[in-house]
């Protein structure tokens, strides 16, 4: 795993670096990953308005913002990411938020179809779901936990529409884009911090 990991981080993206990736890709018409399709494309461009428009609303809780400045262990959070993705839309901008308020978190990201070894070890019930925070220790590159795909509340809302529907339309898509709108990225926020704080309570005891 360390090998993979390795690889991936040596041809990761910082979060500026890629968003101008995708916004270069979606300027000549394309998408990240190997399929391309205009509805990819046109998700791609929906993203792009949701990704501006997040990075300057955003906001992490104060209790969260303290959190974050007392880590003492050093961080990688590895994301897999797409720029078609609609979760990764909402979920990115509030990690890449979170890692500005600690010295210790360094924030990588990488394409899933370009790192299809990453993705295989870190599936969601066999699928190759996005975004997955992978939280790796920064010395020893041993993964610590993972987040993702989704928060709670976005995942049970498609579990339920899906068992009423029996599949993920385009409705079932704007029910979970109204709920992030609503939640304003608190759960996501709040469900790796929960994540963290145990992390470094581990730390602590293990010193």
Known sequence: MKTIINQCLSKSFTYADYRNHVSKLIQE?????????????????????????????????????????????????????????????????IIHKMAEFSKQIELKIVLRDENE???????????????????????????????????????QLILDYKQKQGLVDETAKTDL?????????????????DLMTNLELLNLQNR
């Open 29 to 93: 018409g394309f998408s990240t990953g190997n399929e391309q399709t205009a509805d990819l494309l046109h998700y791609s461009e929906l993203n792009e308005v949701r990704m501006n428009r997040l990075d300057k609303t955003i906001k992490i809780s104060m209790g969260n913002i303290q959190k974050l400045e007392t880590f003492q262990k050093e961080y990688i959070w590895l994301v897999i990411s797409e720029g078609w993705c609609g979760d990764a839309a909402q979920i990115l901008p």
């Open 117 to 155: 070894a990453l993705m295989n070890l870190f599936l969601t019930h066999g699928t190759k779901a996005i975004p997955k925070l992978i939280i790796i220790e920064k010395s020893s590159l041993k993964v610590l936990g993972d987040f993702g795909p989704r928060p709670k509340g976005a995942k």
């Open 177 to 193: 884009q109204l709920w992030y709108l609503h939640d304003k990225g608190l759960s996501t926020q709040n469900e790796i911090m």
